[in-house]
Every structure is written in structure tokens, then in C-alpha cells.
């Protein structure tokens, strides 16, 4: 029985389907991801991307189908859901930092209120993630006085300081400067390499290629191809991902 | 000289701008300097006063007393005094950043209740005094400072009820904000002296003073309300976004995240309203309290002193000036300190 809990995936969508008014944004979506599974997902801007892993966290409702994430079924259920964003980190296409907190105080912020751990402890740990994500001088400075790359590794890493079991990355480099996209890529393949279990929205088919097992194609809401890298990039199965690709490399 | 004529005379019509103005400020300031300083007579009696030409404040430093302390019993006058000591003590510490701490804010709570059981008494020997002869400037003070503590808190509540997703809470609050704004101060001022009170059982009262303070809240807090909402609805969506996904529940998003950033960016709106807040106490004359407006209205009433009201004025204004002047530049001070940021 434990066995069997250990390999059950740790999201595990069904039948998903997601309408703006009249407007169908996702359609009958089913995807498993297993812990330590790292996923890009991909396609043209309105394909549903975003969306599809913003219902993940619950940024976003849906109106039909199941979202299971770590054995707990998505509802309306508001102490459910908070349980399952802690558990859940985000990093966004703008960062969304606090602007009137200092960097340290961002990154403590979530694990002081939220997983009520002291003050001190907090501020230790965001240190270890503010070195790892090799950024620990500006602690103390406000994220107006970082340039974008330093303000997107620091929500990298003020989403690590909860701990999460999954990341979620929304168009993580999109928002960047074509220089500081690296940085922030560099600190992605790092935790992809340790193990952090990710679903990434992105166009960097280097970053796709590199470390990621799957990645999954979709346009107009729904998911056209799923492959793993290898094959989608050299050998694309279907001919709106041949399209895809061809437009963008 | 480059100065005068670049700014001053740099075109015939500001030429003559400038001639005017200057003719209109020789016609007005000297004549007013010697009325009010040098001709004026400070401490003399009203007879000598009436036949001088200048300004006599001694109508002011004659009734200085009544003027501030209304019609509290003249022996006990040192026990408003203390009060507002405190109060005043209070706010100036308050204005320093550096004594922002959570000891200040204890002796706020702390003082509150001792400054009013010096106005009140009753208790330690303190001769009681019914809160009919409260007057003057402690009243406003008292109107003022209570009202405005009040109604910020309730004016946030509002606001966040008004965004509420909970349709009754929402309706509720709209309802609230539209009726309130709806009506004048001066009318909910009789509504709570006058209408309110018939409503009660029989026997009960309720102070007028509270039933006034009451209505400044409420008034002020619809206000409040809809300036905060302002601030709120102008919050990137993404800061919501981003304390939602760390697991922080409504209360602590609001209180960590939102608010201080939204309340931050309408300080100068929330000020005004509360400026105007501050003077609009003195429409509590209507149901016939004496704040410091009424106050000396009332010395220019005696026979003895009629006729000086310009002196009386001048003077009423000053305060309300020095009032409304510091809370202003507190505003603008608390803007400096949290613009750190940028």
C-alpha cells in the first residue's frame, strides 16, 4: 500500500474544462504529474497555458472536472485550498513581489504566517535560498531597487522558503531583459537537478531540451501533443506543433 | 535684479500683474499690521479698548478661560487642562517615528481612559461633572480626535465590505456609503439629537455628546470608505496573486499585503477628509454643545465685548489653522517615511 502512494501522481487532473463567459478557455484537459516530474508546457499565447496551471493553485476556478493535488480534491472549500497554496509555490510572469516589504521580509513573510515558524528560523532559511539563488547581499533592500532578473530569482526563492512540493513557473523569463534571462534559467536547471517537481509555461525550448521528462503542447485549450523532449523537438507528431515549432526556432 | 525682471517683468502683462498685486498688497498688509499689532491693545478693558482703533485682544485674553474651557466648572478648569496635556503629549510623541512602538500605543489605551476620568470625575475625589458643561476646546478636541480614530478603522471595514464577495455583506455596505454620503452632517446631527432619542425606551438616555459623536463616525466613515476603496481597486492584481499563492488567508493577505500598500497610496485624499472632519465638528453648535466655535460666540454676546468679533475670529481661526496645518504636514511626513521604497 505505501509503495503504491509513493508512485500515485501528485497532481492528477480529469476532465478539466474552464469557460470565460461564453468563451471556452480549456477544454476536457486530463494530465498526471508525479512528484519530481518536470513539465513545460508550451504553445501560442491564448492556448491556455497560464490558465491551466493558474486552476492548479486555484488562481483561477474551474467549472468542470476534477484537480487532485497531493490526495486533496480542488473545491470550493477556502481552508482546503489555502492548504494546497502552501503546498503549491508560483512564480509569476511579473514577479509580484511585496514593494513595501524588504527582500528578507518577503521571504518570511509566507513561512512566519502561514507555516507559523519563528521569526529567526525564517529569516536563517531565507538566507540559505537567498545564497542559492546567489542574491543574499540585497536582503535588505526593497525589490524597486533590483533589476528584473534579481527580483525574479527572489520570488524564485521567497517560493522555496514554504517548502513547496511543486513548483509552478508562469512565463518565469518572459517579463526579462534578453541578458538577464539566463540568470534566472540557471537557477531553474539547479532545482530541476535536485529534484523539485515543476511545471513550467515557457518558450525556452533550451530550458525544455535541457531538464525537462515531458513537455506538452496545447493550443485553443486543449493539449495537442505530449512527448518527451526528444522526440517533440526532432520528430513533432502533430502539424500544429510542427507549426509551432517552426515559428519560434 | 536679473531675478525680478526674468520672473516679474518678463512680459507687459505680467508687468502690470505684478503692479497690481503689489498695489493691492500695500492697500491691505500695512493697514492690517497696525490694526492688529501696533495699534491694537492687548490686556486693556473694553472700555479703553472701544475707544481705541486698533484690535483689542484683550477679548481674547479676558475670556481666554471661558473661551477654552466653556462652561466646566471654573475651579476644576486644571482637569481639561491635564487632559488635553496628555493628548497633546500623546500626539507629539506619535508624530516621531521614533517613538512609534507598541509601548506608545499602550499609553494610548492607557491614556484615553485617564484623560477621561480626569474630564468626567467622579471617582478619586475627583468632583464629578456632567458632560452638558463639557465645552470648548477640549470638546473639540474630544469630537475630534475620537471621531476621526473611529472612523478610519470603520471606514476600512467598509471599503473592504464593499468588496466583499459575500452579497449581503456587499449590499449592506453600499447601502450604508450611499445613504450616509446622501445626507448633510448637519442633518444627521438633528437625526441623532433630536429623532434618535424617541426611539429609546423610556427612561434611557443616551449622552448627547456620545449621540454626536456618534454621528461625526458614521459620517466621516462613509468617506473614509470610499476614498480606501479607491486605493484598493487600484492595486496591481498581481499583489492579490501572489499572497493568495504563498497560502495567506483573506484577513492576513489584507492586513500584510494589501492595506498597507493601498492605504499608503491614499494618504493625501484621506487626509483632506479628515481635515474637513476636524472642522466640521464645529457644526455640533446646532444641537446646542459648546465646542470652541460656540464658545466665543457667546463672550461676543455679553454687551461688554460686542462688537470685537474680527478679534475673536482671527483667533478661532488660528487654531483650527494650527489643527488642520499639523495633521497636514504629519501626512506629509508619514509620506516621506514610507516612500522608502522607490
Not at chain 1, 504553445?43 to 476556478?61: A, F, M, Q, V, Y
Not at chain 2, 458643561?133 to 469630537?143: F, I, V, Y
Not at chain 2, 481635515?275 to 444641537?287: C, E, G, H, R
Request: glycine share 6%; aromatic share 12%; with cysteine.
Amino acid at each position: 500500500m505505501k509503495n503504491k502512494k509513493d508512485v500515485a501522481p501528485f497532481i492528477e487532473i480529469k476532465g478539466l474544462n474552464k469557460w470565460y463567459g461564453d468563451f471556452q478557455v480549456l477544454k476536457d484537459i486530463n494530465l498526471s504529474v508525479l512528484r519530481g516530474e518536470i513539465i513545460v508546457v508550451c504553445g501560442p499565447s491564448g492556448s491556455g497555458k497560464s490558465t491551466l496551471i493558474r486552476c492548479i493553485n486555484r488562481l483561477e476556478e474551474h467549472q468542470k472536472g476534477r484537480i487532485r493535488v497531493a490526495g486533496s480534491d480542488l473545491t470550493d472549500n477556502i481552508k482546503n485550498i489555502e492548504k494546497i497554496r502552501a503546498e503549491v509555490g508560483m512564480v509569476f510572469q511579473h514577479f509580484n513581489l511585496f514593494p513595501h516589504l524588504t527582500i528578507l521580509d518577503n521571504l518570511t513573510l509566507g513561512p512566519v504566517w502561514v507555516r507559523k515558524i519563528s521569526k529567526k528560523e525564517a529569516e536563517e532559511s531565507a538566507m540559505f535560498y537567498l545564497e542559492k539563488v546567489k542574491i543574499a547581499e540585497q536582503a535588505k533592500k526593497y525589490p524597486g531597487q533590483l533589476s528584473g532578473g534579481q527580483q525574479q530569482r527572489v520570488a524564485i526563492a521567497r517560493s522555496l522558503c514554504m517548502k513547496p512540493k511543486v513548483m509552478l513557473f508562469d512565463e518565469p523569463t518572459s517579463a526579462l531583459d534578453p541578458e538577464m534571462v539566463k540568470e534566472v534559467l540557471d537557477v531553474m536547471i539547479q532545482l530541476a537537478e535536485e529534484g523539485m517537481t515543476m511545471i513550467v509555461v515557457t518558450h525556452e525550448m533550451g530550458f525544455a531540451k535541457e531538464v525537462a521528462q515531458r513537455v506538452i503542447f496545447m493550443d485553443e485549450g486543449m493539449i495537442i501533443e505530449e512527448n518527451n523532449p526528444m522526440d517533440f523537438f526532432e520528430n513533432p507528431q502533430n502539424e500544429r506543433s510542427r507549426l509551432f515549432l517552426s515559428q519560434i526556432i | 535684479m536679473k531675478w525680478i525682471k526674468k520672473n516679474l517683468f518678463s512680459t507687459p502683462f505680467n508687468s502690470a500683474l505684478t503692479v497690481i498685486t503689489l498695489f493691492i498688497l500695500f492697500k491691505t498688509i500695512p493697514p492690517f499690521i497696525k490694526w492688529a499689532f501696533i495699534e491694537s491693545s492687548w490686556f486693556a478693558e473694553s472700555e479703553v479698548c472701544k475707544s481705541g482703533s486698533g484690535a483689542c485682544w484683550s477679548v481674547i485674553t479676558y475670556n481666554l478661560r471661558f473661551i477654552i474651557f466653556g462652561f466646566y466648572p471654573y475651579e476644576e478648569h486644571w482637569r481639561p487642562f491635564v487632559s488635553m496635556i496628555i493628548l497633546f503629549t500623546l500626539l507629539y510623541f506619535t508624530r516621531n517615528k521614533k517613538y512609534r512602538s507598541k509601548a506608545l500605543l499602550y499609553f494610548w489605551i492607557a491614556g484615553l481612559p485617564v484623560m477621561g476620568i480626569f474630564m468626567k470625575g467622579g471617582i478619586f475625589g475627583l468632583v464629578s461633572v456632567n458632560s452638558a458643561n463639557w465645552g470648548g476646546l477640549p470638546l473639540t478636541l474630544l469630537l475630534a480626535v475620537f471621531g476621526l480614530a473611529a472612523a478610519y478603522p470603520l471606514g476600512i471595514m467598509l471599503a473592504l465590505g464593499r468588496l466583499s464577495k459575500m452579497p449581503a455583506i456587499k449590499a449592506l455596505c453600499i447601502v450604508y456609503i450611499e445613504l450616509i454620503r446622501g445626507v448633510p452632517l448637519i442633518s444627521l446631527l438633528f437625526m441623532s439629537s433630536i429623532i434618535f432619542p424617541l426611539f429609546l425606551p423610556e427612561g434611557v438616555t443616551i449622552d448627547k455628546i456620545i449621540r454626536a459623536q456618534v454621528a461625526i463616525i458614521l459620517f466621516t466613515a462613509a468617506y473614509v470608505a470610499e476614498v480606501v476603496r479607491g486605493g484598493l481597486q487600484g492595486m496591481n492584481k498581481g499583489q492579490y496573486e501572489a499572497a493568495a499563492s504563498l497560502g495567506l488567508n483573506y484577513y492576513l493577505s489584507m492586513r500584510l499585503i494589501i492595506l498597507p500598500q493601498a492605504l499608503k497610496i491614499v494618504i493625501p485624499p484621506t487626509v483632506s477628509i479628515l481635515i474637513s472632519a476636524f472642522k466640521d465638528t464645529s457644526l455640533v453648535v446646532i444641537i446646542a454643545l459648546y465646542d470652541i466655535l460656540k464658545t466665543s460666540q457667546t463672550v461676543l454676546s455679553n454687551p461688554k465685548w460686542m462688537g470685537f468679533s474680527p478679534e475673536v475670529y482671527i483667533f478661532i481661526a488660528v487654531l483650527y489653522f494650527a489643527g488642520c496645518f499639523s495633521m497636514s504636514s504629519f501626512s506629509r511626513k508619514l509620506e516621506e517615511e514610507l516612500d522608502r521604497e522607490k
